[in-house]
């Protein structure tokens, strides 16, 4: 949806017979277009690794699982959500920043 009112827009602004209306209806439908894809963005809280919308023991024990990971290892893309500081490694403070936020 989002790719065609873009097209449709560059189209109606390549268009130098286009009318008022047409600008406008054009900036309309790309601005709706965009307003629900960015509604559509599903955002995940730092610590809410389990992407469940709350912060729970859950998180805690994929954090858990994930202790002493560091970004050296080769699978670092996979644990690099438990680093909830974001210094390279998985440890006691991202274990202490999870329990903070499920007590809040």
Known sequence: MLKAAIDQAQAVAD????????????????????QTFMDSVITIQPGDVNGDGRYS????????ASYGKTSADPNWSS???????????VDIEDLAALARKILE
């Open 57 to 64: 023991v859950g998180d805690l024990g994929i954090i858990a």
């Open 15 to 34: 268009n130098i017979a286009a009318t008022t209306e047409q600008v406008e209806k054009a900036v309309s439908e790309l601005t709706t277009a965009l």
């Open 79 to 89: 644990y690099k959500n438990a680093d909830l500081n974001n210094d390279g490694k």
